[in-house]
Nanobody
Framework: QVQLVESGGGLVQAGGSLRLSCAAS????????MGWFRQCPGKDREFVAT????????YYADSVKGRFTIARDNAKNTLYLQMNTPKPEDTAVYYC???????????????????WGQGTQVTVSS
């Protein structure tokens, strides 16, 4: 059974940098897109970024545009989120997700994805 496993979370100072990774284990799968979401206690899961698998188009939430970069390594079957100049409001549990269904131009809703990792905590100190 395919699983997504996030890593790289932790404590980072505001203005620093952090890179999250999401590796697929337990087999291979075909996805039309993969993305990152985040969630704070008591709040809904929030879209952060997505990358389409064929065209490699990337899309970002306005709150992270210009600071975060989503990328993938096909050979390693791994998804990344480079977080530069993070802010305290970026503190959340970060989840990676895969869309194994048909192509959607900009899959930015959590309902657009059907495979999720367990999440990794990112805490940004001021």
């Amino acid at each position: 059974q395919v699983q997504l496993v996030e890593s790289g979370g932790g404590l980072v100072q505001a203005g620093g940098s952090l890179r999250l990774s999401c590796a697929a284990s337990g087999g291979t799968f075909i996805s039309s897109a993969m993305g990152w979401f985040r969630q704070c206690p008591g709040k809904d899961r929030e879209f952060v970024a997505t990358i389409t698998w064929i065209t490699r188009n990337t899309y970002y939430a306005d709150s992270v545009k210009g600071r975060f970069t989503i990328a993938r390594d096909n050979a390693k079957n791994t998804l990344y989120l480079q977080m530069n100049t993070p802010k305290p409001e970026d503190t959340a549990v970060y989840y990676c997700a895969a869309r194994r269904r048909g192509i959607l131009t900009v899959p930015r809703s959590s309902n657009d994805y059907d495979l999720w990792g367990q999440g990794t905590q990112v805490t940004v100190s001021s």
